[in-house]
C-alpha cells in the first residue's frame, strides 16, 4: 500500500508559478510510474504530466508542454510538478497519482491504483 500526501498549490496570477509537491510514504515508489492529473469544475480529471519510474522520461498533454515540468527524486520518494506562465484555464484541482503496474506512462486515470488528496490551484487574470 502507497499513502500520497500532497502539498503546494494555491492562488496566482496569470504568468505566475508554483510547484507542487507529492510524497509517497509506505513502500518505496520507485517501481512506479507517477502521474500528475486536474480536474476543473464540472470536467473529467484530465492528464497533466507523467513520469517513468526512473524519472529518464516524461510525457506532458498538449496544452501544459513547454510550461510544466515533471520530476521526482526517488532517494526523497518524492514527486514535483513545476508550473510555470500560469493560464487561468489551469485553474482545477491538482491530483498526484502512483501506477504501481505500468511499464510506461499512462495517460489514463484507471491505469493509476494510489492517489493523492489534491491540492487547489487558481490562476487569476
Keep these: 500500500q ?5 502539498s503546494g498549490g494555491g492562488s496566482v496570477q496569470t504568468g505566475g508559478s508554483l510547484r ?16 500528475w492529473f486536474r480536474q476543473a469544475p464540472g470536467k473529467d480529471r484530465e492528464f497533466v504530466a507523467g513520469i517513468s519510474r526512473r524519472g529518464g522520461s516524461t510525457y506532458y498533454e498538449d496544452s ?11 532517494a526523497k520518494n518524492t514527486v ?13 484541482v491538482y491530483y498526484c497519482a502512483a501506477d504501481q503496474s505500468g ?20 490562476v487569476s487574470s
Excluded at 514535483?80 to 482545477?92: G, V
Design 2 to 6: 502507497v499513502r500520497i500526501v500532497q
Design 20 to 35: 507542487l509537491s507529492c510524497a509517497a510514504s509506505g513502500r518505496t515508489f520507485s517501481p512506479y510510474v507517477m502521474g
Design 64 to 74: 501544459v508542454r513547454g510550461r510544466f515540468t515533471i520530476s521526482r527524486d526517488n
Design 80 to 92: 514535483y510538478l513545476q508550473m510555470n506562465s500560469l493560464k487561468p484555464e489551469d485553474t482545477a
Design 103 to 122: 511499464l510506461y506512462i499512462d495517460s489514463r486515470v484507471g491505469q493509476y491504483e494510489y492517489w493523492g488528496q489534491g491540492t487547489q490551484v487558481t
